[in-house]
């Protein structure tokens, strides 16, 4: 399938998110580069604090983040860079939001939440952007790789905090 064909189906998957319809996506992606989608029917959003992000990949480097979060995780990952804390949002099936279980640290986003989402194009910072895209509509994370993720990181910062105490 052609890129461009790729990114209209893709476009469109993530439109239909917007409370207002596709339109209204549109033109927000079109006027301010980032549309504000509705969360909890078509997919959900892990929050992963940027600090998590660097113990469960070993690295601060964002190509090696971009690389190795796109293994990891197998699907389309947000970053923020002009939010406190620069957080990233894992994509997930809107379903496991209502089951997820992975405690305040890392909430997952679902019914009743919007997610800024950037355009389509919008792969690095400032801003909000795709660190990784969607490689096809419908693309998700798969939660089982979202936990596995967090529980690296956990894992990580913990062993670092017990290091500084002892």
Do not use: N
Request: aromatic content about 6%; proline content about 7%.
């Amino acid at each position: 399938m052609e890129k461009a064909t790729l990114d209209r189906l893709i476009t469109e998957w993530l439109a239909r998110a917007h409370r207002d319809g596709p339109d209204a996506a549109r033109t927000e992606w079109r006027t301010q580069g980032v549309a504000l989608l509705q969360l909890g029917d078509r997919f959900s959003a892990v929050r992963i604090p940027e600090r998590y992000i660097h113990a469960a990949l070993g690295t601060t480097d964002p190509a090696e983040i971009a690389d190795r979060l796109a293994a990891r995780l197998q699907g389309p990952v947000i970053r923020d860079s002009l939010a406190v804390g620069v957080p990233y949002y894992a994509l997930i099936q809107a379903h496991a939001g209502l089951v997820w279980d992975s405690g305040e640290d890392t909430p997952c986003l679902g019914d009743g939440t919007h997610l800024g989402v950037p355009r389509l194009g919008q792969i690095s910072p400032p801003g909000t952007y795709w660190l990784v895209p969607p490689r096809y509509d419908g693309d998700l994370c798969r939660p089982e790789h979202v936990q596995r993720l967090v529980r690296d990181a956990r894992a990580v910062v913990a062993a670092e905090l017990a290091e500084v105490e002892a």
